[in-house]
């Protein structure tokens, strides 16, 4: 794993305009958190998976997963815009090797969507965002594989900010980190200090060096609203 020390470029990471001079980041990253371990960064591929969504293109899209403990179950959270309008979705572990999985829930106002997979055994739980706690985000990508970067939870935010398809004004629980967040980051988990979810990266300011998280406080709703059946995707973006 390395840290990540400078800025870097994606291709094919289209950015939706939203209030506040917030731009929602394209998925193309991951990243993740080792379950029943000290060390937020150790073994880090019991959590971590990539999500390939299929249906909006000729090439699937990929994005950012993180397997979290709720109830008895492990379920896989990522980002709306993540898995909007796919028709398949599997997800990808750090090895590369893809196993089936199915959205369970989508909500487009929060954009968060929940996938269930059979082969997710590990996942770490989820705790609120403080501010000025110390946090780390540690992300994924196909060209460069696993990096990190410490954080500082600045501020709690209750946002005013277009849905995922840039039609209703909803507001929504978030919460403000300094740090190198770049196009492809959406869905990265940040993590506490104990290593328990804090929340994943939605957005990154346009013209100051932070990004923005949702907080759990909004997971876990979409979480409660998971059933045995496969979701809505709705259209893609």
Do not use: N, Q
Request: charged share 25%; hydrophobic share 40%; with cysteine.
């Amino acid at each position: 794993m390395r840290r990540r020390s400078r800025k870097r470029c994606r291709r094919r990471c289209p950015i939706v305009r939203v209030s506040a001079r917030i731009t929602v980041i394209a998925a193309l990253t991951l990243a993740t958190v080792a379950c029943g371990v000290d060390d937020p960064l150790t073994a880090v591929d019991h959590v971590v998976v990539g999500v390939a969504a299929e249906g909006c293109s000729l090439e699937p899209a990929f994005g950012t997963g993180v397997a979290v403990v709720h109830g008895d179950e492990v379920l896989v959270v990522t980002s709306a815009h993540t898995v909007a309008g796919s028709d398949e979705v599997s997800l990808r572990r750090p090895s590369g090797l893809a196993v089936s999985a199915e959205v369970v829930a989508f909500d487009p106002d929060r954009d968060v969507a929940v996938i269930r997979s059979d082969e997710m055994r590990y996942g770490r739980p989820m705790s609120e965002p403080s501010t000025g706690a110390a946090a780390t985000a540690v992300a994924w990508s196909p060209d460069v594989g696993l990096e990190s970067f410490d954080t500082t939870i600045t501020r709690l935010l209750r946002v005013t900010i277009e849905d995922i398809y840039i039609e209703d004004v909803v507001e929504r629980r978030a919460f403000e980190f300094d740090g190198a967040i770049t196009a492809g980051d959406s869905g990265a988990p940040i993590f506490a200090e104990t290593g328990d979810v804090l929340g994943i990266v939605y957005a990154r300011s346009r013209d100051r060096g932070v990004g923005f998280a949702v907080s759990t406080t909004e997971i876990r709703p979409v979480l409660d609203s998971v059933t045995d059946s496969r979701a809505d995707t709705g259209r893609c973006i």
